[in-house]
C-alpha cells in the first residue's frame, strides 16, 4: 500500500497563491506517477495535473495550464502544486493520487490511479 498525505491548502484571496504538498510513503516514490486533482461541491473529480516517475513528463488541464506547476522531489517523497493567479472557480479539494506506472498512458483518468490521499482544502475568495 502507499500512503499519500496532502498539506499546504487554505483561504486565500483571488491573484494569490498557494503550494500543496503530498508526502507518499509505502513503495519506492520514483516508480508512481503522481497525479493532483481535485473536487469542488457538487462536481465530479476533475484532473489538474500529473508528472512521472522521474519528473520528465509533466500534464496539464487546459484549465491551469500556465497557472499551476507540478514538481517532485523523490529525495523527500514528495509531489508538489505551485498554483499561481488562483480564482474563484479554483475553490475545491485537492488531492493527491499515486498510479501503478511511472509513466501511464492515461493520466488524467481517475481509473489510472491506484491511491489517494485524505484531500486538503483549497478556498479562494472573491
Known amino acids: 500500500q502507499v500512503q499519500l498525505v496532502e498539506s499546504g491548502g487554505g483561504l486565500v484571496q483571488a491573484g494569490d497563491s498557494l503550494r500543496l504538498s503530498c508526502a507518499a510513503s509505502g513503495r519506492t516514490f520514483s516508480s508512481n506517477a503522481m497525479g493532483w486533482f481535485r473536487q469542488a461541491p457538487g462536481k465530479e473529480r476533475e484532473f489538474v495535473s500529473a508528472i512521472s516517475g522521474s519528473g520528465g513528463r509533466t500534464s496539464y488541464a487546459d484549465s491551469v495550464k500556465g497557472l499551476f506547476t507540478i514538481s517532485r522531489d523523490n529525495a523527500l517523497n514528495t509531489v508538489y502544486l505551485q498554483m499561481n493567479s488562483l480564482k474563484a472557480e479554483d475553490t475545491a479539494v485537492y488531492y493527491c493520487?499515486?498510479?501503478?506506472?511511472?509513466?501511464?498512458?492515461?493520466?488524467?483518468?481517475?481509473?489510472?490511479?491506484?491511491?489517494w490521499g485524505q484531500g486538503t482544502q483549497v478556498t479562494v475568495s472573491s
Open positions: 493520487a499515486a498510479a501503478l506506472s511511472s509513466n501511464p498512458i492515461h493520466y488524467a483518468l481517475r481509473s489510472t490511479y491506484a491511491y
